[in-house]
């Protein structure tokens, strides 16, 4: 009895299962192909949509526009900032504005060979001169060095309201006019100061942050002249 | 250490973001100078202040010396009190972190405002400098029990 009870069980668990676990082993091998594979095919689905919103911004303006990856965030934690994959060998340059389908993402304020970093809206350090786009209200968004801004020296005189959309300007020759700012998020109107604080939230959702376009602009402020504030 | 504090230093901003935690400074550099002023390696630590300083300097936009002169400045003056201080004991080495992120932030915040005349700082920043250093004081003697296993060594007072 004991015999046969071997011979059986060398005959079920081997000879008659070796193909099955084999299969087993190339089938699991392939599902973990394949997932790995869907994960990438998912990236480069999402890469594409977003790369194609840039190209819509790219066929929309007048502007050249040079897209370029992040590749870093700042590392000191006192500033706002993002480095890019591009640099003076793509042709970048100190103050360039720095863009993607969202809108203004900031400007570029060093370049490397290879590499340039990016100062962005939100910095303490970055100030933009906009206008409110109903009512063509004057004001300079400023960063805060959180997810907000500020929209500074809003006269009271001027009609703004929560909801408007804030746009470049076009002054500073920095930023080409019209690219989108931000939406205006809170306003105090204290009659004990000069001018309106008003709290815009940026138009580009930075904590998803992926490529950028850089516009190539001919009248970029030299890095020796400081953007006027 | 030193290629720790480098990894640190260049991944700190990714890492920061891809945790969503980019509004708190957890300086792993501050407590590896605070640890090696502990061990007595004086030199070692000042070269490492210098040279991660240097490497925050490349990768923020800010003048290239900004970093470095606040790590060595604040550096120094820990070394000028040491006489005063018992790194026996853990807590110094917790209270010396935090009160390294602090000078820090108090240094560059200084700085800034002298370079640009009219900065203003943001109210939320002197929220988040306690919270960065209680956060940082709180990973101490873990990062020191942590060097002390890497370097082989028997787990004293302080760590």
């Known amino acids: 009895m004991g015999t046969i009870s071997i011979v059986r069980d060398i005959w079920r668990s081997y000879f008659f299962l ?47 526009v040079l897209a370029a990856r992040v590749i870093g ?60 786009q109903r009512s063509r209200g004057r004001g300079m968004l400023k960063g805060n060095g959180s997810s907000e801004c500020y929209f500074d020296y809003v006269i009271k005189t001027y009609d703004i ?11 500073g020759r920095i930023f080409p006019k019209g690219l989108y700012l931000g939406v205006v998020k809170e306003i105090n109107d204290s009659p004990n100061k000069l001018f309106k604080d008003v709290r815009v939230s940026p138009a580009v959702n930075f904590s998803k942050l992926e490529e950028v376009l850089i516009v190539l602009r001919s009248g970029f402020v030299p890095s020796g002249i400081p953007e006027m504030q | 250490m030193w290629l720790a504090s480098g990894i640190f230093v260049i991944l700190r901003g990714v890492i920061a973001h891809l945790v969503g935690i980019e509004w708190v400074d957890i300086d792993l ?7 090696l002023i502990a061990e007595d390696q004086v030199f070692r630590a000042g070269c490492l202040a210098f040279f991660m300083g240097i490497l925050t300097d490349i990768f923020a936009p800010c003048q290239l010396g900004l970093f470095t002169f606040v790590y060595s400045a604040i550096l120094l003056g820990i070394n000028q009190c040491r006489g005063f201080l018992d790194f026996s004991k853990i807590k110094t080495s917790v209270l010396l972190a935090a009160i390294f992120l602090v000078a820090k932030w108090s240094l560059l915040l200084i700085i800034i405002r002298i370079l640009s005349l009219g900065q203003s700082i943001s109210s939320t920043t002197f929220i988040l400098i306690p919270i960065s250093a209680l956060i940082t004081g709180m990973i101490t003697p873990f990062l020191f029990y942590f060097l002390n296993l ?3 060594k028997e787990n004293r007072g302080y760590a």
């Open chain 2, 29 to 35: 550099v501050a407590i590896f100078l605070i640890y």
């Open chain 2, 150 to 152: 890497v370097r082989g």
């Open chain 1, 18 to 64: 070796v193909e099955t676990h084999q299969e087993n082993l190339f089938l699991k091998r392939r599902i973990n192909h394949l997932k790995r594979e869907n994960t990438r095919y998912q990236e480069l689905l999402l890469a594409n949509q977003r790369l194609r919103d840039l190209l819509n911004f790219q066929e929309n303006t007048d502007e050249p």
């Open chain 1, 73 to 132: 965030w700042d590392s000191s934690g006192l500033f706002k900032s993002i480095i890019i994959d591009k640099g003076e060998d793509d042709g970048l340059k100190v103050n360039m504005p720095v863009v993607n389908s969202e809108g203004v993402v900031g400007r570029v304020v060093s370049v490397s060979p290879n590499y340039a970093q990016v100062l962005l809206i939100t910095d303490q350090n970055s100030a933009v001169d906009g206008l409110v």
């Open chain 1, 161 to 171: 309201n929560t909801g408007d959309t804030i746009v470049t300007s076009g002054l």
